[in-house]
């Protein structure tokens, strides 16, 4: 069973930063990109970073390119994925998850998801 949790949220500035952890098991291979998505109230769940299988390709979401990074760290059984999130603003205040893709390049198909991390940036 996959089992993705993630860690780090919380209450930060504006202008502040955070860093976000992800750690995924429960699979013996792993060649699937992994991302990070938020869901503000009110608002529909949009991707913020997707790292490829390789770790070779990143992507970002207008909102947050220049401010975040997705890092990924691949062990036997394990995958950690990080996103180092800078410059926080208002804006970026939202419930953060975790997500396996089913294709190793891209993340607009989720296979699994993490429960969220709450992330709150006060003005």
């Known amino acids: 069973q996959v089992t993705l949790v993630e860690s780090g949220g919380g209450l930060v500035q504006s202008g502040g930063s955070l860093r976000l952890s992800c750690t995924a098991s429960?699979?013996?291979?792993?060649?699937?990109?992994m991302g990070w998505f938020r869901q503000a109230p009110g608002k529909e769940r949009e991707e913020v970073a997707c790292?490829?299988?390789?770790?070779?390709?990143?992507?970002?979401s207008d909102s947050v390119k220049g401010r975040f990074t997705i890092s990924r760290d691949d062990r036997r059984n394990t995958v950690t994925v990080g996103l180092q999130m800078s410059s926080l603003k208002p804006d970026d205040t939202a419930s953060y998850y975790c997500?396996?893709?089913?294709?190793?390049?891209?993340?607009?198909?989720?296979?699994?998801w993490g429960p969220g991390t709450q992330v709150t940036v006060s003005s």
């Open positions: 429960g699979y013996t291979t792993d060649y699937n990109a």
């Open positions: 997500a396996r893709a089913r294709d190793p390049r891209r993340c607009d198909e989720v296979a699994y």
């Open positions: 790292i490829s299988a390789t770790g070779g390709i990143t992507h970002y």
